[in-house]
């Protein structure tokens, strides 16, 4: 349903951006972004946008830096990292709520149902 893909090794202030393949969610309206776990810590999100309207919801530190996008053409999903920290090294992965952004608690992990795999991101000083 979901491919992440897109991750790499870059410098600090450099930037990345990661891809999501979708498929097989029928539904116009839903919820799609990325979170992010490094080891030892909980899964924590990243951004999550609204299909229906683009609203996007914003985890810490990342507002201003990163941005998402959808070519609804290809049915892919961005996450533009640019401004990179050593901070934002971790794997990150794809999520989709079938239900509508605004219908969801976006940080939450229990209420993504789909996932892809997680792509390492690595950001070195």
């Known amino acids: 349903q979901l491919q992440a893909s897109g991750g790499g090794s870059v410098q600090a202030g450099g930037s990345l951006r990661l891809s999501c393949a979708v498929s097989?969610?029928?539904?116009?309206?839903?919820?799609i972004g990325w979170f992010r776990q490094v080891p030892g810590k909980e899964r924590e999100g990243v951004l999550i946008?609204?299909?229906?309207?683009?609203?996007?919801w914003y985890g810490d530190g990342v507002r201003g830096r990163f941005t998402i996008s959808r070519d609804n053409d290809r049915g892919t999903v961005y996450l533009q990292m640019n401004s990179l920290t050593t901070e934002d090294t971790a794997v990150y992965y794809c999520?989709?709520?079938?239900?509508?952004?605004?219908?969801?608690?976006?940080?939450?992990?229990?209420?993504?149902?789909?996932w892809g795999r997680g792509t390492q991101v690595t950001v070195s000083s």
């Open positions: 946008m609204s299909t229906e309207d683009g609203s996007t």
């Open positions: 999520a989709a709520s079938s239900r509508s952004w605004y219908r969801i608690r976006s940080w939450m992990v229990d209420e993504y149902e789909y």
């Open positions: 097989g969610i029928t539904s116009d309206d839903y919820a």
